[in-house]
C-alpha cells in the first residue's frame, strides 16, 4: 500500500472479519474497515482527481515531501493519506490470538530490551501512551534512525513518517475502533489488543 499510487484501492482484510474475536468483535472489523477505512481511500482519490501531478507519487511520498502538495489540496491529501497509511498498517498487524507471533523476537525483541528494560515495561509505557492520548489519534511504536526505537503519540491520522520514522507497531485509539464493544472503556479494549497484536 505505501508504494501504491492513485487511484488508490481498498485492500482486503489478511484474515476473516471474525478472526480477532473475542478481542474485536466482527461487527467492529466490518465497520472499521469496510466503512472507515474505505473512506479514507475514497476521498484520498477525490483529493487526487484534478491534481495529475501527484497521482504518480507513491502514498509514502504524498506523506514524506506534504510541503511540495498545492496548499488546495494538502489537507485532504495528508488527513486521508494519514488515514489510510495508518489503518492498512494497523490491520496488517493484527493476527488472531491463537496464532504464535505476539512477541517480539529477534533484534527487535533485543532492541526493546535495551531501550525499555523488559518486554513488559515496554508494554506498560505504550499502554500508558495509548491511554493518554486525549481525543482521537494512535500510539505507534516507530524506529527513528538516530534515537532507535521511541514510542509516538499520534494526533489524529499524523503518521510515523512526520516524525521521520518507521512505524514497527501501531494501536488505533480512535473511538471508531472500540466503541460498539467497548464503549468509554479505552483501557479494556487496549489491554485486548495486545493478544492480538503482531509483531
Ligand atoms: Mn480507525
Known amino acids: 500500500m505505501n508504494n501504491n499510487t ?28 469496510d466503512k472507515h477505512f474505505a473512506a479514507y481511500i475514497t476521498k ?25 502538495i498545492p496548499e488546495t489540496v494538502k489537507t485532504a491529501v495528508v488527513n486521508n493519506g494519514g488515514g489510510v ?20 523476537s529477534g533484534s527487535l525483541s533485543e532492541a526493546i530490551k535495551i531501550k525499555f528494560g523488559s ?3 515496554f508494554r506498560k509505557e505504550f499502554t500508558a501512551a495509548a491511554l493518554d492520548i486525549f481525543g482521537s489519534g494512535w500510539v505507534c511504536l516507530g524506529n527513528e534512525g538516530i534515537t532507535g ?19 514497527i507497531i501501531l ?5 471508531h475502533a472500540y466503541y460498539l464493544k ?4 479505552r483501557e479494556r479494549y487496549v ?9
Open 85 to 104: 497509511y495508518n489503518h492498512f498498517l494497523f490491520f496488517n498487524n493484527l493476527s488472531p490470538a491463537s496464532e504464535s507471533n505476539h512477541q517480539p
Open 119 to 121: 518486554f513488559d515495561n
Open 191 to 199: 489491554n485486548a489488543l495486545w493478544n492480538i497484536i503482531k509483531f
Open 44 to 68: 484520498l482519490n477525490t483529493a487526487l482527481e484534478r491534481y495529475p501531478n501527484l497521482q504518480k507519487y507513491t502514498l509514502e511520498q504524498l506523506l514524506t515531501y506534504q510541503n511540495t
Open 149 to 167: 526505537l521511541q514510542i509516538l503519540k499520534l494526533k489524529n491520522q499524523e503518521t510515523a513518517l512526520d516524525f521521520d520514522a518507521k512505524p
Open 171 to 175: 494501536f488505533d485509539v480512535w473511538e
Open 6 to 33: 492513485y487511484p488508490f484501492v481498498l485492500p482486503p482484510l489478511p484474515y476473516a472479519y471474525d478472526a480477532l474475536e473475542p478481542f474485536i468483535d466482527s461487527e467492529t472489523m466490518h465497520c472499521h474497515h
Open 182 to 185: 467497548y464503549k468509554n472503556e
